[in-house]
């Protein structure tokens, strides 16, 4: 008998529940549990629940949640819960190729209208598009999101969710005087090696700059944990303006691969920080 390897994965989820009755799914990938906290997605936000094809023009859906950049679909005859919104959770799972294994045609959508004019009148960043926006090249087919090609679905990977079993505390946050107190704690029950904590900042007026700073986290024994004062704001030296700019912070992303842990967990501070 071959050994059973368990994984476990945290990712930050986006959710929107639909009733719509979807199709058995032939499960391809073995079964992983993650470790993932849900948020809402909606037709026409920057994580889409529905699908307008470019060039064929039919539309597409309806995925339930997301899994950072990852798109899940719930397995057919789900009994659980519905997941919290923000709160860690810990699901069984599978990584499956291709999406268009787990949309429904819901008929016709007009290229030129869909996700609506808002969306359509923004000065998009690339970086807020979903990967299914983006061609083979790293180039985006469209600057509307969930305005796609099938090309570019068939190349997306979603997670098959089968049960949600637990909450999970693994990052956490405190506002202090001198800046964010974060917290990681390993209740895994095995080491964790070095990690590295990924801080977004936001800056400059009009339409927004990121800028990403790292810092590293020791190598965690089970049960132990570190803590670690960042920066709420950070500033810019800009040389060839002869001035600074001030970048804020948005949120805190951990991630790393292991043989038996994958973790890729971000989270927006800006709750906390507001209170």
Known sequence: MKPCVIIFVILLVTCSVTGKTRKQIQQKSEEILYFTSFSATSTGSFQPAKYCLLQESRLLG???????????????????????????????????????????????????????QEVRMMQIRSDWLPPENFSKFGS?????????????LQKTHFLYVKSLRAKHRFLSFSKQEKGLLVKIHNSFGRALPGLSLKLHYEGRRGKPVPLYLEKKIPA??????????????????????????????????????MDWLVIDLQQSVLPILRK
């Open 62 to 116: 309806t995925i339930s949640w997301r899994a950072g950049d990852i798109p899940v679909v719930l397995q057919p005859g789900w009994k659980g819960k519905k997941p919290p919104l923000g709160e860690p959770v810990l699901l069984q799972a599978s990584l499956e190729d291709n999406l268009l294994r787990a949309l429904a045609d819901l008929g016709t959508c007009d290229t030129k209208t869909f996700a609506g």
């Open 220 to 257: 965690l024994s089970p049960g132990a944990s570190h803590e670690l004062l960042v920066d709420t704001y950070y500033r810019k030296e800009e040389k060839y303006r002869k001035r600074s700019r001030t970048y804020h912070l948005q949120s805190v992303a951990v991630r790393k691969q």
């Open 140 to 152: 985006p087919d469209s600057w509307v999101p969930g305005l796609v090609k099938k090309e570019a």
